[in-house]
């Protein structure tokens, strides 16, 4: 009988060999595990053998069909794995075809070069502060050291707003540049402990407008950001530093700039900041004109008018400030030649960024 | 400012290359933007590395080769053999005679004379020298090589140039014909070579207009001496007392008058190196008298003005002329040496005398006292004028002038004196008139030359390093200040050429400028802000604006920046015809610049409208927003308008692009919106959101809900009105937009919501279809189903809407999704059985609703 049974068992795993399929497999199975198959017919006629013999016959016919069992299933996820194999043979497709769209907005422009200069200050401890668009000459001009008819105004040529009522030498306007933010923000911080401001370092982002003909290079509407900061040890060497990592985080820690003086009536002394020229990398190209070097922003260290215009003692407290243009910026870094793009918005531009 | 380098170097020595000068005015904020090189050697070497800098500036112009481009002398003109408009000329190069062909018709005047004794002394170019293609069309600069070719059969190898052939200027009608003192054979880069820096004057520089302040910059910068042009003119003449008079009404707007005579000047062409330099500073000669008072205008910076000195005489008839300044009377005029009769407003200060206006002080001359063709006898005035008032003429006449752009930005009176000392001396001797003895000088107002005190301890507070006093002191001395140590400060007396220096604190900055510029701002060490750090405040406006932004380019939509300064007609189309209101006031420019852009904004709907309709000839799904201010005036108090920020978004065209795999280009309409309005809210975290039927003028009044928080409205959105899309050039599909007030949002905007944990048993869905009237809004079954069920009921979603034969008419069919879920245990059927049984009972009771069978 144990003979027997050890025959059955290789008889079974040798057809299982054969088995190719799962519709074999099944036929295997009813033939070599079924009903009547030579086992199932060993374990029906346990009772005939002699008592002695049953326990040892039995256990050897389970482990039989153990081991049957097991080879069973070993062999179907063979035959799975197979299966499958063959079938992915059919599934093919044509990857190159395009993907299904799937379109996510996006900001403009000068949104994307904003956020970017508020992080680099906002990283630097400078909050973001705004201030009207309508503003008064006082505030635009007067505050910041350009009195009436000074031949400083020539270089911001300005729309005044009608007004019922002659403001005489204080119109409303639209301002110029952020610089009217200076003022307010110093008075808001300064009326907080007028004996002893505390110090202030802002950002000034906003929509500016100048008196020009729309051309490529120029707009009547345009952002600026004003940078301020004011408190009892701030130097012109400080100013150097804070504008010089502002651009390298900008434009690349490779970047190199300079400082050249210039002329603001409200900071004194005065700089241009450049930097190399990123695309021709100071070789000189026609959008650097030259000379190697890209004019970046406006800035110098607070004129003392201002500071005590703004509550702060030009004795005790000294600032600096800056002004940049985040379009001017983005048209530098994108090669945007026309800056009529920007108010156009055109979706062929827009969906570049 | 264009300063030729020749001469510049007449008041200063430089020993730096002319690229290197240009990089040190620059820093020191006298910007050079172009170096134009007019015959001397380009320098390529020094661009190429040999130099400290790389090239700064941009260089144009071209040397002249030393070997090819001589001084030559013409000993004779003679008649060409077979061409009437050409001519021979017998030209000593210094090294062999030459005949060289020329059609120059300044040449023609010599044809009569046989030897030319002294000879006439030009600009000639040997064969193969390069110049300018003075016959290109081209508008770029072109070059030509002087090759040997026949001209009506006489062989022409070289040339006399003209001005335009050698980059001089423009002029091409003559050859040059150079001073007769030029040595022949000289290489002509030598004798004349120049190069012309053109330097931006910022206002507070405007005592660099002139090429001796420019060199008093040069000078500082270099740590270099000054020279001064002489000022002793050898007065030969009767003195001028007694014959003019000055009289002066206004001492602030006149600080000073001064007043030249020289008589029996002959009006001739002035010297050659006169003309070049006038033309390479951009001043077109004329002849020796009005070249002499530009040219002094331009060396020193003091404009001047010349009269008819007979014409004086003549209108003071008999009498001594009395020159009166004041300001015009009401009606005057004055028909300037332009030919234009002005109108005088009655801050205009003029130059009078007994008879009347002569001249509008400080920016032009009368056209009646111009010296003319046969003037003799020159008055020269040279006048200090008040800046500002200047400055307020000059616009008010729209007049400039090269005397008016220096007086707006202020002149020194010390400068009057000077200009026509030296301008006399000039006409002297490019006239050879007599001058006479004296000067008549009314200084009824000197100016103050501020004195400044400074602390090396200040210097160190504004400019972040360390100097001594005695390096202080030798800086601003460089520029003139007279300084003094003083203990713990210095003392510095303001030089008597510059307005620009003030007192006290503000003295201070001025003077820190100085040393910051002259000490140079690239040797200043950067340094990191070791200041306190402030408060730091947030914007929150700013934050929740940005944080919309980032929400709506996530749902698919691009952000657009529009104009701020629109019209009303522009914004009138956003209302259907007749709707808008009729006394609108606006936010309006009192200048504008172009008559579709005359006032602020009042809807932001209709700027980015207008970008709708910008693009729908390019693209189909237009998904925008923009975030903006509008303004509304207030014109009772006329006071500053209100500047509130909006949110407006505009949709229109195919949900999803069309594609290959088939998509879903049905044409977005009001729901599209809506689902990005309750998304919008839903991550902004504002409850208590609601939408109820609306009509407003912009939105088809079928199609339109406004938007509630609690109770309060926070925006309006809908398809827009036909009539108002009829007004615009829009696609087919309907546009679909959104209005918001921010401010008004940002109050509901909650940062700090609750999260729920998530359940651990698992949820019964169930799906109810119920049928009710058609009247029923939508939102009271989700209402009525919500509350019936309580918490239990996690989630209900509107899946299907059905309206057909199936149901009755007038009904419509509302299909939802419930999710039901207790938070600690499992939901029996029965008790899901017994809430969906109370839900079916309420709505049949309350809303006559039925489930759907």
């Known amino acids: 009988m144990r003979e027997e049974l050890q025959k059955i068992k290789e008889k079974a795993l040798q057809a299982l060999e054969e088995v190719e399929d799962e519709e074999a497999l099944e036929a295997w199975q009813v033939s070599h595990m079924g009903r009547n198959s030579p086992l199932m017919n060993v374990f029906k006629t346990l009772g005939d053998l002699p008592e002695e013999e049953r326990p040892l016959v039995g256990r050897q016919a389970n482990e039989v069909k153990g081991a049957l069992q097991k080879a069973l299933e070993k062999k179907e996820k063979v035959l799975h794995q197979t299966q499958i194999r063959l079938s992915l043979q059919e599934e093919r497709i044509d990857v190159t075809l395009p993907g299904r769209p799937k379109i996510s907005g996006n900001l403009h422009p000068t949104t994307r070069t904003l956020r970017e200069i508020y992080r680099i200050f906002g990283d630097m401890g400078f909050q973001i502060y705004r201030s009207r668009e309508v503003e008064t000459d006082e505030m635009n001009f007067q505050m910041l050291n350009f009195p009436p008819h000074h031949p400083a105004r020539e270089m911001q040529d300005t729309f005044f707003v009608d007004g019922e009522r002659d403001r005489g030498e204080n119109p409303l306007l639209l301002r110029t540049h952020t610089s009217p933010g200076q003022i307010h923000a110093m008075w808001e911080y300064s009326s907080t402990n007028p004996a002893d401001p505390p110090p202030l370092r802002i950002i000034v982002p906003g929509m500016c407008y100048r008196y020009e003909q729309i051309s490529a290079r120029s707009e009547i509407q345009f952002n600026q950001v004003e940078g301020l900061a004011v408190g009892k040890e701030i130097t012109f060497g400080d100013l150097k530093g804070t504008l010089s990592d502002f651009a390298r985080r900008l434009f690349g820690q490779g970047v190199g700039t300079r400082f050249r003086a210039d002329h603001f009536p409200f900071t004194e002394p005065s700089a241009e900041m450049d930097i190399e020229c990123f695309l021709c990398e100071g070789e000189g190209c026609t959008v650097c004109k030259g000379t190697g070097w890209l004019e970046i922003l406006g800035c110098g260290m607070v004129h003392p008018t201002v500071l005590e215009n703004g509550g702060y003692d030009p004795e005790r407290y000294t600032g600096f400030a800056f002004g940049m243009g985040p379009e001017r910026i983005t048209m530098l870094r994108h090669r945007i030649e026309d800056i009529r793009y920007f108010w156009a918005n055109d979706l062929r531009f827009l969906e570049q960024f | 400012m264009k300063v030729p380098i020749t001469w510049l170097r007449e008041y200063v020595n430089v020993d730096i290359s002319i ?493 820190l400028e100085e040393i910051a510029r002259v000490y140079g701002y690239d040797k200043i060490p950067e ?81 980015v409208l207008e970008i709708v309709e910008n693009n729908y000839r390019v693209r189909q799904r237009i998904p925008l927003f923009e975030i903006g201010p509008e303004f509304h005036p207030r014109p009772k108090d006329d006071s500053l308008p209100e500047e509130n920020a909006w949110l407006v978004i505009a949709i229109t065209g195919p949900r999803t692009p069309q594609a290959w795999q088939g998509s879903d280009t049905e044409a977005v309409d009001f729901f599209d919106l809506k689902g990005i309005i309750e998304e919008l809210f839903q991550r902004l975290h504002i409850g208590e959101l609601g939408f109820e039927k609306s009509q407003r003028e912009a939105y088809h009044p079928g199609k339109c809900a406004r938007v509630l928080v609690g109770k309060r409205e926070v925006g309006v959105f809908g398809e827009i009105h036909p009539l108002v899309s009829d007004q615009y050039e829009f696609p087919e599909t309907p546009v679909i937009a959104a209005e918001f007030a921010l401010e008004p949002l940002v109050d509901h905007v909650s940062k700090r919501y609750n999260v729920e944990p998530i359940p651990e048993q698992p949820p019964v869905l169930e799906d109810l279809a119920i049928v009710v009237g058609e009247e029923v809004p939508a939102v009271e079954v989700a209402d009525l189903i919500r509350q019936t069920a309580g918490e239990i009921l996690t989630e209900i979603r509107l899946f299907d809407v059905y309206r057909g034969a199936q149901i009755g008419e007038n009904e419509k069919s509302l299909a939802y999704n419930l999710v039901y879920q207790h938070p600690e245990r499992t939901l029996t059927d029965e008790e899901v059985r017994k809430i969906r049984e109370s839900i079916l009972y309420r709505l049949d009771k309350e809303l006559d609703a039925h489930l759907r069978e």
């Open chain 2, 19 to 511: 690229p290197e000068l240009a990089h040190r005015l620059t820093l020191a904020g006298l910007e050079v933007e172009e170096i134009h090189y007019v015959g001397l050697p380009v320098p390529e070497d020094e661009q190429n590395g040999q130099g400290e800098h790389r090239p700064e500036t941009k260089i144009t112009g071209f040397s002249w080769d030393p070997e090819k481009i001589v001084v030559g002398a013409v000993r004779e003109v003679m008649p060409h053999p077979n061409a009437d408009r050409l001519v021979l000329c017998r030209l000593d190069d210094g090294e062999e005679e030459h005949t060289v062909l020329t059609g120059a018709p300044n040449l023609f005047p010599y044809l009569e004379d046989d030897e030319l004794d002294p000879p006439l002394k030009v600009a000639y170019a040997r064969e193969g020298a390069t110049i300018i293609d003075a016959y290109s069309e081209s508008k770029e600069t072109e070059f030509t090589s002087i090759r040997r070719k026949k001209i009506r059969g006489v062989e022409s190898y070289s040339m006399a140039c003209s001005e335009k052939e050698l980059g001089i200027s423009d002029e091409h009608e003559g050859v040059i014909i150079l001073d007769g003192d030029a040595p022949i054979g000289m290489p002509l880069s030598d004798y004349m070579g120049d190069a012309v820096l053109d330097i931006a004057i910022t206002p507070n520089i405007a005592r660099a207009a002139s090429v001796l302040g420019v060199a008093r910059e040069v000078a500082a910068v270099t740590d270099a001496d000054l020279k001064y042009p002489s000022l002793d003119v050898k007065a030969e003449g009767p003195s001028i007392e007694g014959q003019v008079q000055i009289e002066i009404t206004d001492p602030e707007l006149n600080p000073r008058f001064v007043l030249g005579l020289i008589r029996d000047v002959e009006r001739v062409p002035s010297p050659y190196w006169v003309q070049r330099r006038l033309r390479l500073a951009g001043i077109r000669p004329i002849d020796s008298v009005v070249d002499a008072t530009n040219y002094t205008m331009l060396e020193i910076g003091e404009p001047l003005h010349a009269f008819d000195f007979d014409v004086l005489q003549e209108r003071a008839e008999g009498e001594t002329p009395t020159i009166i300044t004041r300001t015009a009377e009401p009606g005057e005029t004055l028909t300037t040496l332009d030919d234009v009769k002005r109108e005088l407003d009655e801050f205009t200060e003029l130059v009078t005398d007994t008879a009347g206006p002569l001249s509008i002080a400080g920016v032009m001359g009368g056209a009646e006292s111009e010296v003319g063709e046969g003037t003799e006898d020159i008055l020269l005035e040279g006048a200090a004028w008040n800046f500002i008032n200047i400055h307020k003429t000059a616009n008010a006449q729209n007049l400039s002038s090269e005397a008016s752009y220096r007086f707006e930005r202020g002149v020194h009176p010390e400068l009057a004196p000077q200009g026509v000392l030296r301008c006399l001396e000039w006409m002297q001797k490019w006239t050879g008139g007599t001058v006479a003895e004296g000067l008549m000088d009314e200084y009824p107002l000197p100016p103050d030359d501020p004195i400044v005190f400074l602390s090396a301890a200040e210097v160190k507070r504004w400019l972040g390093m360390e100097l001594s006093l005695q390096e202080i002191k030798e800086l601003l001395e460089r520029l003139e200040f007279e300084v003094q140590i003083d203990e713990e400060q210095i003392r510095a007396k303001t030089p008597p050429h510059r307005l620009d220096i003030g007192e006290g604190v503000v003295g201070k900055a001025d003077l």
């Open chain 2, 527 to 607: 340094t990191h802000l070791a200041d306190e750090l402030p408060p730091q405040r947030g914007n929150p406006m700013l934050e929740v604006e940005e944080r919309v932004r980032d929400i709506l380019l996530g749902l698919g939509l691009r952000e657009v920046v529009t104009y701020r300064i629109t019209s009303p007609e522009a914004e009138a189309r956003c209302y259907p015809p007749g709707a808008k209101p009729e006394e609108d006031t606006y936010v309006s420019l009192q200048n504008p610049i172009t008559k579709d852009r005359t006032v602020m904004r009042k809807r932001l709907l209709a700027s």
